[in-house]
């Protein structure tokens, strides 16, 4: 009986543990209201944005197909506008969908059949009538606070930072891309 006992914690340990991981995700997300250009206001430092220094932007665009086409755009440090075009969609092994969990892939479209050309791009966190938008990952390594100005209030900015942070991610390591006065 005592094993059994101490088999049963340890499985409620680790079935915690498992909870804590989960991240919570906005349960309504319309994603046609989602549609547009987005700001980004501040970001967890990713390799694929090493080279952008300003006016960072993502446009989405619904398809006929339900699939979403990105754009994501910035200013390098040279000046440079660079941009990168990719799709957006509901991941697939999701039952029912839930809009606030997508995958998103920038490899060329050939390559779609991979899952691994596939990130995470899940929607935490809807502010003001689709106003902002904290986006990030399971693994808590990206994440993003995006606003449909480019100059955000920087309070609403802190509040979704601070939401991520007990979400779990490193919020003393984002970059900002906000106007400094």
Sequence with gaps: MKKILVGLCG????????????????TDVDLNQYMGTWHEQVRLPNRFQKKCAADVAAHYERLADGTVAVTNQCVTKDGELTKAEGQARPQADQKPINNAILEVRFAPKWLSWLPTVWGDYWIMRIAGDYEYSLVGTPDRDYLWVLSR???????IVQELLEYAGEQGFDIQNVVSNQPTN
């Design 11 to 26: 499985v409620m340990v680790l079935a915690g543990c498992a909870s804590q991981n989960t991240l919570v995700v906005q």
């Design 149 to 155: 100005e480019k100059n955000a209030d920087p309070a």
